[in-house]
């Protein structure tokens, strides 16, 4: 009988018993992937809202182009490719704030009456789905040709022009990084709301610029 005891006693003693996470641990980390989903959007819309004084240089610098022109007989080769940079830039660089606003184009006719539910599925399976297939295809087949212009420190083919086609064109793959890491947030919201925790509302209903 002693010995019985004994031996229970040591397997009790050895035994690992399996560990279960507590609520609030879940709810910590929850909280964690939240604040993380905050600091993306915070980025994106900073971002999107400094991007856009591109939009009211472009139209400054196309007036003075116009008047350099017509007035005076003056051109400038540097003032009108800094028209296609700034709106380059602008459309790269404002992609993840179109994203944070929801601003994209959509086809799909039920999802603006959709319920919370519905959309965060819609806006899960297309970051998956597409989203993110597409930044990693954009970054993995434009890489080779940024990486070449960097390397010869590409510039403008004429003499006046600007030289820093090579940054120009490196602002692909920074577009394909930030719209990929909206992404993320986009993920993140869509599985709370489906897990009944997220707020149907979005945060960046009241954003604009």
């Known amino acids: ?94 992609a993840a704030y179109t994203l944070y606003c929801d601003g994209h184009v959509r086809v799909d006719i039920f999802y603006r009456e959709a319920s919370a539910r519905y959309k965060a599925t819609i806006d899960l399976l297309g970051t998956l789905l597409l989203l993110w297939p597409v930044c990693t295809l954009i970054a993995y087949s434009s890489w080779p040709y940024v990486a070449l212009s960097w390397k010869v420190l590409e510039g403008s083919r004429e003499t006046s022009g600007i030289p820093a086609v090579f940054l120009l064109k490196t602002a692909i793959l920074v577009f394909a990084f930030i719209i990929a890491l909206q992404g993320l947030s986009t993920v993140i919201r869509s599985l709370t709301i489906l897990r009944g925790e997220g707020s149907p509302s979005s945060p960046h209903d009241s954003a604009s610029i």
């Not at 709810?27 to 009211?56: C, M, P, V």
């Not at 116009?66 to 380059?88: K, P, T």
């Open 1 to 94: 009988m002693t010995a019985t005891k004994h031996r229970l006693k040591h397997h009790a003693v050895g035994h690992t018993f399996p560990i279960k996470h507590s609520p609030c641990h879940a709810a910590s980390h929850l909280l964690s992937l939240t604040k993380l989903a905050d600091r993306i959007d915070a980025f994106s819309n900073h971002t999107g809202h400094f991007i856009a004084w591109a939009a009211f240089a472009m139209v400054i610098i196309q007036f003075s182009v116009v008047l350099m022109r017509h007035v005076f007989g003056l051109s400038s080769i540097w003032m009108q490719e800094s028209i296609l940079y700034l709106h380059g830039l602008l459309f790269l660089l404002a």
